[in-house]
C-alpha cells in the first residue's frame, strides 16, 4: 500500500461525488447512520472553520476513487449543499452566499496500490474504524467479509419478505446493521445448532459452503419464517414480547424443531405465548411464578451463551410441548396464574400428540381478561 496527503476543497469533493467519480459507500462501508444533531455539528464545525479529521481515499487505476474512512462526514456535507437540511441556525445552504464552504480545505490520504491479503481495503477499513462511532459486531463482519459464502446467505435471508413483513427490525436497528447480527445467529443455528453467539458465526465467517447447502439452510429459513409470518393472524409479533432477539431466536429454534407439525397446532401454542406475553408474566421480578422468572432472567443474564439459549428452549418445550400425561411444571404455574390472578379457569385439552396443549379461548382477541 502506498499512501499520501494531499488537500482537497469541499469544491473538489462534490465534484468527484456529483459526477460519480468516488463511491462513497463501497461494499465494505456501512449505512450512513449520523442523527440530524450530529449533521448540523459537522456543518457548524465549518462555518466555524474547524479542521476535519482525515478522510481516506483510494484511488483505482481506472482513476476512480472509493471512500475508505470519511462517508458519513462527505455524504452530511453533500446533503447540506443540496439543501437537503437547515443548519444550527435553521438556514439552507441556499441562504448562504454563493460557493460557500466551496474553498474549504479538507485534510484527505490518498491511498494506492492496495493487494489481497494484510494489505487489503477491507482490513484497513476494520482498523481505521476502530475510532469514531465504534463499528459494532455486524458492521465488522459486513465490512471484512462482505463478499463470503455465509455472508452472502445471510443478505440472501435478510431480504427474504415474509421476514421484512413481520416488521421486527427498527429504523435504527437495522441503520447499524443490527438486524444482520441477528440474522447471522439464526443461520448459524441452522448449520450448527444453539452455541455460544459468536463463536459459531466467526466460524462461518471462514467456512466455505457450497451453494447446495447453502440452498437447503436458506429453504429451511424460509419455512421456519413463513410459520412465523402466520402467527401474525393471531396477533402481529412486532406487538408481542417475541419481536425481542432472545425471545425470537428461542422461537425460531421451537418451530425448527416441532417444523412438521401442523399449522393449527402451532397456532395453538403461540396463543399460549400471547396470552403470556399480553399479562406479563415473564418478568425477572416474578418470585410467586419462578419458571417464569428463570426464563426471563435467562433473556437477560448471559443471554446469548449456549446454556442460556438451551434452558429457553426447554422453557418452552415444557410449557407447549408436554407429551407426556401429566401437566409439566411450567403448565401448572400457568394455570395457577390463571386461576389466581385473572379469576379464570385454564384448562387443558389433547393438542395432537401433546396430552397438554393449553387451549386456545386464551388469545386476547377471542376472550378479554
Same mark, same amino acid.
Given at each position: 500500500?502506498?499512501?499520501?496527503?494531499?488537500?482537497?476543497?469541499? *469544491?473538489?469533493?462534490?465534484?468527484?461525488?456529483?459526477?460519480?467519480?468516488?463511491?462513497?459507500?463501497?461494499?465494505?462501508?456501512?449505512?450512513?447512520?449520523?442523527?440530524?444533531?450530529?449533521?448540523?455539528?459537522?456543518?457548524?464545525?465549518?462555518?466555524? *472553520?474547524?479542521?476535519?479529521?482525515? %478522510?481516506?481515499?483510494?484511488?483505482?487505476?481506472?482513476?476512480?476513487?472509493?471512500?475508505?474512512?470519511?462517508?458519513?462526514?462527505?455524504?452530511?456535507?453533500?446533503? %447540506?449543499?443540496?439543501?437537503?437540511?437547515?443548519?444550527?441556525?435553521?438556514?439552507?445552504?441556499?441562504?448562504?452566499?454563493?460557493?460557500?464552504?466551496?474553498?474549504?480545505?479538507?485534510?484527505?490520504?490518498?491511498?494506492?496500490?492496495?493487494?489481497?491479503?494484510?494489505?487489503?481495503?477491507?482490513?484497513?477499513?476494520?482498523?481505521?474504524?476502530?475510532?469514531?462511532?465504534?463499528?459494532?459486531?455486524?458492521?465488522?463482519?459486513?465490512?471484512?467479509?462482505?463478499?463470503?459464502?455465509?455472508?452472502?446467505?445471510?443478505?440472501?435471508?435478510?431480504?427474504?419478505?415474509?421476514?421484512?413483513?413481520?416488521?421486527?427490525?427498527?429504523?435504527?436497528?437495522?441503520?447499524?446493521?443490527?438486524?444482520?447480527?441477528?440474522?447471522?445467529?439464526?443461520?448459524?443455528?441452522?448449520?450448527? *445448532?444453539?452455541?455460544?453467539?459468536?463463536?459459531?458465526?466467526?466460524?462461518?465467517?471462514?467456512?466455505?459452503?457450497?451453494?447446495?447447502?447453502?440452498?437447503?439452510?436458506?429453504?429451511? %429459513?424460509?419455512?421456519?419464517?413463513?410459520?412465523?409470518?402466520?402467527?401474525?393472524?393471531?396477533?402481529?409479533?412486532?406487538?408481542?414480547?417475541?419481536?425481542?432477539?432472545?425471545?425470537?431466536?428461542?422461537?425460531?429454534?421451537?418451530?425448527?424443531?416441532?417444523?412438521?407439525?401442523?399449522?393449527?397446532?402451532?397456532?395453538?401454542?403461540?396463543?399460549?405465548?400471547?396470552?403470556?406475553?399480553?399479562?406479563?408474566?415473564?418478568?425477572?421480578?416474578?418470585?410467586?411464578?419462578?419458571?417464569?422468572?428463570?426464563?426471563?432472567?435467562?433473556?437477560?443474564?448471559?443471554?446469548?451463551?449456549?446454556?442460556?439459549?438451551?434452558?429457553?428452549?426447554?422453557?418452552?418445550?415444557?410449557?407447549?410441548?408436554?407429551?407426556?400425561?401429566?401437566?409439566?411444571?411450567?403448565?401448572?404455574?400457568?394455570?395457577?396464574?390463571?386461576?389466581?390472578?385473572?379469576?379464570?379457569?385454564?384448562?387443558?385439552?389433547?393438542?395432537?400428540?401433546?396430552?397438554?396443549?393449553?387451549?386456545?379461548?386464551?388469545?386476547? *382477541?377471542?376472550?378479554?381478561?
Amino acid at each position: 500500500m502506498k499512501y499520501s496527503n494531499v488537500e482537497w476543497t469541499i *469544491g473538489q469533493l462534490m465534484d468527484l461525488i456529483n459526477c460519480n467519480r468516488i463511491n462513497l459507500r463501497p461494499p465494505y462501508q456501512r449505512n450512513f447512520i449520523w442523527s440530524p444533531k450530529d449533521q448540523k455539528l459537522l456543518i457548524e464545525s465549518l462555518h466555524k *472553520g474547524y479542521p476535519l479529521p482525515n %478522510f481516506f481515499i483510494l484511488k483505482n487505476e481506472d482513476n476512480t476513487y472509493e471512500m475508505v474512512d470519511g462517508q458519513q462526514r462527505a455524504i452530511t456535507i453533500h446533503k %447540506f449543499i443540496n439543501n437537503e437540511f437547515p443548519d444550527l441556525h435553521k438556514k439552507y445552504y441556499r441562504e448562504y452566499a454563493a460557493n460557500s464552504f466551496q474553498d474549504y480545505k479538507l485534510n484527505i490520504v490518498l491511498l494506492e496500490d492496495f493487494k489481497d491479503g494484510i494489505e487489503s481495503k477491507e482490513e484497513f477499513f476494520y482498523l481505521v474504524n476502530k475510532r469514531g462511532v465504534q463499528l459494532n459486531p455486524s458492521e465488522v463482519n459486513h465490512a471484512y467479509y462482505h463478499d463470503t459464502d455465509f455472508m452472502k446467505l445471510v443478505n440472501r435471508m435478510s431480504d427474504y419478505q415474509s421476514l421484512i413483513d413481520l416488521d421486527i427490525f427498527t429504523d435504527k436497528t437495522a441503520l447499524r446493521m443490527n438486524d444482520r447480527s441477528l440474522i447471522e445467529e439464526l443461520a448459524a443455528y441452522l448449520f450448527k *445448532g444453539i452455541t455460544d453467539k459468536r463463536n459459531a458465526v466467526e466460524d462461518l465467517f471462514e467456512s466455505k459452503i457450497d451453494n447446495e447447502k447453502a440452498n437447503v439452510q436458506y429453504v429451511r %429459513f424460509c419455512k421456519i419464517i413463513d410459520r412465523i409470518k402466520a402467527f401474525q393472524a393471531i396477533k402481529p409479533i412486532n406487538q408481542t414480547r417475541y419481536k425481542q432477539r432472545n425471545d425470537f431466536y428461542t422461537l425460531f429454534c421451537f418451530i425448527d424443531v416441532h417444523i412438521e407439525d401442523t399449522i393449527e397446532v402451532q397456532m395453538e401454542q403461540f396463543k399460549v405465548l400471547v396470552f403470556i406475553s399480553n399479562n406479563g408474566l415473564i418478568s425477572p421480578s416474578n418470585d410467586e411464578y419462578d419458571l417464569f422468572k428463570e426464563y426471563a432472567i435467562n433473556c437477560v443474564s448471559q443471554s446469548n451463551s449456549k446454556r442460556a439459549r438451551e434452558l429457553r428452549l426447554s422453557f418452552f418445550e415444557a410449557l407447549l410441548a408436554n407429551q407426556s400425561k401429566d401437566p409439566s411444571e411450567e403448565q401448572l404455574q400457568l394455570i395457577e396464574f390463571a386461576n389466581n390472578e385473572l379469576d379464570k379457569e385454564l384448562p387443558l385439552k389433547k393438542c395432537n400428540k401433546y396430552e397438554n396443549g393449553l387451549r386456545e379461548l386464551i388469545y386476547l *382477541g377471542c376472550v378479554s381478561w
